[in-house]
């Protein structure tokens, strides 16, 4: 007589989904470290181009370098000791104004230069031809904002920025 046997496998319990998940664990901080490092005030990173039209004598292009506050203080006062100052290469003619209307602007998770919304409720005010390109980085975030005063809304948007762009002289609510 023949004896068949079969061979037996440890017993060893099913591979669960957050096993699987566990085993990934160290993917994230790995594909962290190997990712591109962002611009960042420490590098210059935060430098905008800012184009203005159609504005008579104001009409200029200007480049502006300015150091925001850091994410755990926002919207920390300027001074010259503190996050929100003017640093780095910049031909703005009021420099330390245009820094402060960046970072009166700036609200940690939102965008400063967000577009009016659409379907916003705008009075049908003028005010003006001049329009605005805003390029470059804020911190640590891609820029790219135009600006006009077709209406209340956009030219309340406009002056909000005022002096990085210039002060056209009526001052709107949308």
Do not use: I, K, Q
């Not at 007589?1 to 319990?13: A, E, L």
């Not at 099913?14 to 699987?20: A, S």
């Not at 990712?35 to 210059?44: I, K, R, W, Y």
Request: proline share 13%; with cysteine.
């Amino acid at each position: 007589m023949s004896h068949v046997s079969r061979r037996t496998s440890p017993v060893t319990p099913p591979v669960t989904r957050f096993r699987r998940l566990a085993r990934l664990g160290p993917l994230p901080l790995f594909l962290a470290a190997l990712a591109p490092a962002t611009a960042t005030a420490a590098t210059g990173g935060d430098h905008l181009l800012v184009t203005v039209r159609d504005a008579g004598e104001r009409s200029a292009t200007y480049e502006v370098s300015c150091t925001p506050s850091t994410p755990g203080t926002p919207n920390t006062p300027s001074t010259p000791d503190t996050p929100g100052t003017a640093s780095g290469p910049s031909t703005h003619p009021d420099l330390p104004g245009a820094c402060a209307a960046l970072e009166r602007n700036t609200r940690w998770g939102r965008d400063p230069f967000a577009p009016v919304p659409e379907g916003s409720v705008c009075t049908m005010l003028y005010g003006g031809p001049a329009t605005a390109h805003v390029t470059g980085t804020w911190a640590g975030r891609p820029v790219d904002a135009r600006f006009d005063r077709s209406n209340g809304c956009e030219t309340a948007r406009w002056d909000r920025f005022v002096p990085l762009l210039p002060d056209m002289g009526t001052h709107s609510g949308a």
